[in-house]
């Protein structure tokens, strides 16, 4: 079934209005409130439609209507409309900006808080992930006949060092041979550049030490992403609790969570390795993921708006929003892309690639 002029704009009127109240709309409020210049009966066969498309739900028989997630999802791929920020929302980022230009840190935790201020949704930023700690010498270190001392030196001149436990530790000169091995393969690089092909290579030549490795460099990977960490910073969680969506304190609680975890933030953000959603249209480089297409169970009742931001064409940082299905997706998207333009503008100048 096709949606006619008229269909779209009753789906239009049911989202605007659920979006600002939260109240179920019936078709005279639709019919009065909006103007369309049809009957009652008219909206309501019209609403009828609606719901058989999947668009819209009834929650009770003499209930109106809400959006579903498919209608969110409608909205947002056909119909929502990008608004320009207010001269008020434009000067806040501005000033915002600019007053800490010269600290990356304080200026992560503004844009949080600055985003959670303008929409009232909880808000989570990476900060500009510009470090790629790589390795400049590994030695390792007989201790006794079951372990060994590993000794990570980076680019960075941080050294760092670890007991390793094995059940049959090789011994001084073996080791001096696979010291040898792993700076050869391994110096220079950074731990997103060990690939399953240099892994590969390196046990062939370990040979009948291969069992020795695969530790090895699970404590380098641990060694070199404790160095190469970023900070995440969080801001307006509690607003969460506004919305009616979450009076009930159990589904809250599963966002305070979330926000007190940080490998729940990092998969919220879409750290490496994790799929947070199968389906996510990118919105102008926004993406919003609504309800059940997240693939995190956390935020199945909620809606997220993410964009990255960039240096040098790689992302570096993100910056997220959590809220109903309920959002108002187009002031959220309008103050996201707002943020990311002023952020990109200064990243830029002072280029903190370098």
Do not use: W
Not at 47 to 55: A, F, K, R, V
Not at 65 to 78: A, C, I, L, N, T
Not at 185 to 201: C, F, P, Q, T
Not at 336 to 349: D, K, M, P, R, W
């Amino acid at each position: 079934m096709l949606l006619n002029d008229r269909k779209l704009k009753i789906l239009q009127a049911i989202i605007t209005d659920y979006i600002e109240t939260a109240e179920p709309i019936g078709s005279r409020t639709i019919a009065k409130k909006y103007g369309l210049g049809i009957s009652s009966a008219t909206i309501r066969n019209e609403m009828s439609d609606l719901e058989d498309l999947g668009l819209i739900s009834q929650l009770h028989t003499s209930s109106g209507r809400v959006p579903s997630g498919k209608g969110y999802r409608f909205y947002v791929d056909s119909m929502m409309q990008r608004r320009s920020l207010t001269a008020d929302e434009a000067l806040f980022l501005q000033r915002m900006i600019i007053d800490n230009i010269n600290q990356t840190e304080f200026m992560m935790q503004e844009t949080a808080k600055a985003l959670a201020r303008l929409t009232n949704y909880p808000t989570i930023v990476s900060e500009p992930n510009t470090k790629k700690i790589t390795i400049k010498h590994v030695q390792l270190i007989p201790l006794d006949e079951k372990s060994i001392l590993l000794v990570l030196v980076t680019d960075n001149k941080t050294v760092k060092n670890q007991v390793v436990n094995l059940n049959d530790a090789p011994g001084y000169e073996m080791l001096t041979h696979l010291t040898g091995l792993l700076n050869n393969h391994l110096a220079g690089l950074s731990i997103r550049e060990i690939n399953r092909e240099l892994i590969d290579k390196m046990l062939a030549e370990f040979g009948a030490q291969a069992h020795v490795l695969m530790p090895l460099l699970g404590i380098i990977a641990d060694m070199i992403q404790a160095e190469d960490d970023v900070r995440v910073f969080t801001s307006g969680v509690k607003n969460i609790l506004a919305f009616p969506e979450f009076a009930d304190i159990r589904k809250a609680e599963i966002i305070f969570q979330a926000f007190e975890d940080r490998e729940s933030l990092f998969a919220i953000l879409g750290a490496p390795t994790t799929a947070i959603h199968s389906k996510a249209v990118d919105f102008g480089g926004i993406q919003i993921v609504i309800g059940e297409e997240n693939n995190l169970d956390l935020l199945k009742n909620c809606s997220l708006i993410k964009a990255n931001y960039t240096i040098d064409n790689q992302s570096t940082g993100c910056i997220a929003l959590i809220g109903p299905m309920r959002m108002d997706y187009a002031q959220a998207v309008s103050v996201l892309s707002g943020i990311l333009q002023n952020l990109q503008h200064v990243i830029t100048a002072l280029d903190l690639s370098q």
